[in-house]
């Protein structure tokens, strides 16, 4: 008998979530909107700092409603991180845009600060700045901000921020979802905190989450029957599924500080082992422990990130390879995608691996997972 599957990173729930979700089951808001919609949003724009949120279905959603928000359309090129899941990418293809590929620096894997600005000024002075940049705050740690800021100001390039791995984390004491001129939340299955799937959009301007519930609720204009003057989208969040994320909101400390301890674990236990580096912890904020990823050196270590991965996966343990970058994923080379620099994120991509992480994750399985690593050296 196979031992019963380890997860990257599988939902963990507690009773008071099952509550809140029975509550809101039985006062009858099965519907798009609802109090705990409502309820969700403003936990978690306090929660932030942020004036405003609009619970959505997806991760994805929200950077699409973001990008249109921000007037992205066809002939616009936004630079994004290459090093990231395909949704922050794909979203710029909905509006017709085009996602430029910025590679990673390997200081936090998140995006190259000086790539970018190099890309912003030389845009700038074709006279066509970006209308937006999307840095991703990659595994729970945020991108540098400080510097993003500096050059996006100066030309006044709007910062979305994906936050869909982040919640939890900071960046010089501020929290992930507050960085941008707009953030994104992920409320995925496999996510920090998880609604089975959902998302948020946040930020200080009300106009901006007015127009965000409007676009994402169909488009209806003010009127007794159905009018529209605008293309509308189907991309709000159940009032079930809000109540179920209260409820995850609720522990959130209580999951950072397991998915942390699991990193300190994993650190210790591998310690001694050449060949083995973890995703550097920048020094300006505090990660929110998502997936503890490291990278495989096979000369140094005597086996390759694939043979660790192949070694686990046979004891029927799942550890994923750090994300594909984007400018190597077939669809966006046809495309045509621009990309800059590109050889940092490909080195973590040829070595990084992700383990199990997640906040129920036991114990004894950890240890498992510790032996199996070692034992994966020839
Ligand atoms: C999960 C994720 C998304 C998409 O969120 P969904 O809620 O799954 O649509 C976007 N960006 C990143 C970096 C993600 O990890």
Known sequence: MPRPRVYLSPPHTFPIERELLLDAFDSNWVAPLGPHVDAFEREMAERLGVAHAAALSSGTGALHLALLLLGVGPGDEIPVSTLTFSATANAVTYCGARPVLVDATAASWTIDP?????????????????????????????????????????????????????????????PAGSQGDLAVLSFNGNKIITTSGGGMLLSDRKDWIDRARFLATQARDPAPHYQHSTIGYNYRMSNLLAALGRGQLRSLAERVAARRAHNAFYRAAFADLPGIDFMPVAPYGEWNGWLTCLTVDPAAFGADREAVRLALEAENIEARPVWKPMHLQPVFRELGCRVVGGAVSERLFDRGLCLPSGSSLAEQDRARVVEIVRASRR
């Open 114 to 174: 000086a790539l970018l600005a190099q890309e912003i000024e030389d845009a700038a002075r074709r006279g066509r700045a970006p209308k937006a940049v999307i840095p991703v705050d990659l595994y729970g740690q945020c991108a540098d901000y400080e510097p993003i800021r500096q050059v996006c100001a100066r030309h006044g390039v709007a910062i979305l921020e994906d936050a869909a791995e982040a919640l939890g984390a900071t960046y010089r004491g501020r």
